[in-house]
């Protein structure tokens, strides 16, 4: 059993966001607003991206994008794309066409979160990016996490895995996310940069299209076979690139022998972390990121612009456009074994969904878990 190498930091954001209550009810669709007398005119379009890649986009955004809008008074549509860029372009439109004040996108891509972005700046509605930086898109804000960040915990944590398997050096191999997607990017900008510090090689670089999950496992094996297993660890951008890796080296045997990284602190990430077979995860608060959102979108809502730029008070580069988008970036915390109480402490997660098993019973209970 693997002492905890990375410590909960962070679990705070790194800006204090001044937020209004948010429990509300939720109505349980994808749309709804709750009853108070002084409520905002006017109705925010929230489109997410996907369900496939990470669970989080509807059992944690939705959720807490919800209950943000609902407690302010603020009708809301929110719905997913399911990685179909033509989908996400639909919805947007009748979002538009519906005469929404506030669009709240998470892109797909780069080129289709822009022409949205721009369909939406010809009819004066204002563009939050959420999550994910659309490069060229220009949109007016950005709600995220720090993601070079998110990837410097994932890197720390793989690095402390394999120094605690006596691999003070040795091959890695970088198993990224999403090439289309600006914080795939940044992730690996920041376990690249920790991992070749710390005097790692990289035996396999590769992205992985849409962050698929079964495309995943096909490209990881096509990496074993042509290494032979011959690498000391494996850099996974998220917890779902993760999971397609241990189902490998489980196949092989080396299921817990080889640190494998991972993000979002999904709860069979959380699991596997606790089991020994992924070494970190990485927790981004995800209440704290939809209420930064929300009280961003309900500034814009009400008018107040000088509001709206007081909150985003950090900046995030687009690259393509050479300018500096007025963003909320919030601070992620690395997680190992004795770290997993926290994320569920924090509400993100509950005992029951992670502590499953008789054997992941064992280990939480090992961990101070229920």
Known sequence: MRKSVVGVVGLTAVVVLTLGACGGDDDGGDGGSASTAAKPAGKVGVILPDSASSARWETADRKYLSEAFAAAGVEFDIQNAQNDKAKFQTIAEGMLSAGVKVLL??????????????????????????????????????????????????????????????DESGPVVLLNGSPDDNNATL???????????????????????????????????????????????????????????????????LAGKVPVSGQDATDEGLQRVLLGTQCVTVYKAIKKEADAAAELAIALIKGDVAAADALASGKAADTTLNTEVPSVLLEPAGIGKAEVKDVIADGYTTVDKVCTTAELKKACAANGIG
């Open 105 to 166: 996108i998470a892109n797909l891509d780069n080129e289709s979160g822009s022409t949205v972005i721009q369909k939406a700046t010809d009819v004066g509605v204002p563009v939050i990016d959420y999550d994910r930086l659309t490069l060229g898109g220009g949109a007016k804000y950005y709600v995220s996490f720090d993601n070079v960040m998110v990837g410097t915990k994932i890197g720390e944590g793989l690095v402390g895995c394999m120094q605690a398997n006596g």
């Open 187 to 253: 992730f690996r900008q920041g376990y690249e940069k920790v991992l070749k510090d710390a005097g790692y090689s990289f035996v396999a670089d590769q992205a992985v299209k849409g962050w698929d999950n079964t495309e995943a496992k096909t490209v990881f094996e096509q990496i074993f076979t042509k290494t032979k297993g011959k690498f000391v660890g494996v850099a996974s951008a998220n917890d779902g690139l993760g999971g397609s890796v241990v189902s490998v080296l489980d196949q092989n045997g």
